[in-house]
């Protein structure tokens, strides 16, 4: 007697799952349709020219409301774009007016050889040091003071 092969048995095939097409029709699908139909169609007892004319308005709305589909993804692209480049500007603008509103080593290299004033304490200005955003200003007597300090400035 000879053995049965396994590859033979219902169990053993899989089975093919049936493919369909989109979800969803186009104006391409509709247009396609609608040639079908009027090729088709009963010489005899040929469509009337209210149902081509409804139709050609249905494959108008749709084709309409297809491009402006695609007309309002364009605007959010360009929106969102522009959003960014909004952003990106501010961010700009802030370092700006931060670099503005902090006062330079330029601005307090005029105060040597001045003699400025602060916690009731005065010193001669012999050189400005930026150490991180703080301005420091060296004295004569070798002494240090942070710039922001200081109340008075004089010759």
Do not use: C
Not at 104 to 121: F, H, M, N, P, R
């Amino acid at each position: 007697m000879t053995a049965i092969d396994p590859s033979l048995l219902l169990s053993q095939q899989q089975v093919k799952q049936r493919e369909t097409g989109k979800s969803s029709l186009g104006k391409d699908d509709f247009l396609k349709i609608l040639i079908a139909q009027l090729q088709h169609q009963d010489p005899l007892n040929p469509m009337e020219d209210r149902e081509f004319i409804s139709q050609m308005a249905n494959f108008s709305s749709l084709e309409q409301m297809i491009n402006m589909s695609n007309m309002m993804g364009k605007f959010i692209e360009s929106q969102t774009s522009t959003s960014e480049k909004l952003v990106n500007t501010l961010d700009a603008l802030q370092k700006l007016m931060q670099q503005q509103s902090t006062p330079s080593l330029a601005q307090y290299s005029e105060w040597i050889g001045k003699t400025v004033t602060w916690d009731e304490k005065s010193g001669v200005v012999q050189a400005v040091v930026q150490k991180g955003t703080d301005i420091w200003l060296e004295l004569e007597q070798g002494e240090t003071v942070l710039a922001s300090r200081v109340t008075k400035v004089s010759q």
